[in-house]
T-cell receptor, first 114, second 112 residues
Framework: KAGVTQTPRYLIKTRGQQVTLSCSPI?????VSWYQQTPGQGLQFLFE???????NKGNFPGRFSGRQFSNSRSEMNVSTLELGDSALYLC?????????????FGQGTRLTVV | GQQVMQIPQYQHVQEGEDFTTYCNSSTTLSNIQWYKQRPGGHPVFLIQLVKSGEVKKQKRLTFQFGEAKKNSSLHITATQTTDVGTYFC????????????FGRGTQLTVWP
């Protein structure tokens, strides 16, 4: 069974640009969550999608958005990039959404904003 | 604010010493999960605890869930260099299905 796949693995963008990250969950998993990881802040929850609907949302500005497609693949978008958006973005999938089930993480996308 | 507190943030031990990390939640949790992230890697699931007072063991690792389901601990006996990494606890709440509340993690360094 293939794991969670995130693309691209590495990305360099300039301030003000926008970026789209992609996540393909494990086959059969309907829940996809996104996290931002930085050395000082740990794993910060962005949002969670289940069956194409945003079910949970963290405390990030509206520049951060996401969506989920009918095949459960998910994308997140960050507009008007800031230097502080430089981080490792992790996607995690689970069968029904983390309640009583483990989350499977992808390798992450390392975003650098210059 | 931070809903799951985890301490310590860093721990440096000599190989063979024991290690413990603690998690505390401001609210009752449905379950608690533990993850390990190796340097340069991604979090990997270790275990899940569901019942009040539950204790589970995996070789040298012992996991506990508090009676009130608000705190948890991970204890490693006789650490090895392969234990190096960051250990995260993550709780779920029945009122927010689908969301994991992560602690900030404890970064463990093991000196040979």
């Amino acid at each position: 069974k293939a794991g969670v796949t995130q693309t691209p693995r590495y990305l360099i963008k300039t301030r003000g640009q926008q970026v789209t990250l992609s996540c393909s969950p494990i086959s059969g998993h309907r829940s996809v969550s996104w996290y931002q990881q930085t050395p000082g802040q740990g794993l910060q929850f962005l949002f969670e999608y289940f069956s194409e609907t945003q079910r949970n949302k963290g405390n990030f500005p509206g520049r951060f958005s996401g969506r989920q497609f009918s095949n459960s693949r998910s994308e997140m978008n960050v507009s008007t990039l800031e230097l502080g958006d430089s981080a490792l973005y992790l996607c995690a999938s689970s069968p029904q959404g983390a309640l009583n089930t483990e989350a499977f993480f992808g390798q992450g996308t390392r975003l650098t904003v210059v | 604010g931070q809903q799951v507190m985890q301490i310590p943030q860093y721990q440096h031990v000599q190989e063979g010493e024991d290690f413990t990390t603690y998690c505390n939640s401001s609210t009752t949790l449905s379950n608690i999960q533990w993850y390990k992230q190796r340097p340069g890697g991604h979090p990997v699931f270790l275990i899940q605890l569901v019942k009040s007072g539950e204790v589970k063991k995996q070789k040298r690792l012992t996991f506990q869930f508090g009676e009130a389901k608000k705190n948890s601990s991970l204890h490693i006996t006789a650490t090895q260099t392969t234990d190096v990494g960051t250990y995260f606890c993550a709780g779920t709440r029945g009122s927010t299905l689908g969301r994991l509340y992560f602690g900030r993690g404890t970064q463990l360094t093991v000196w040979p």
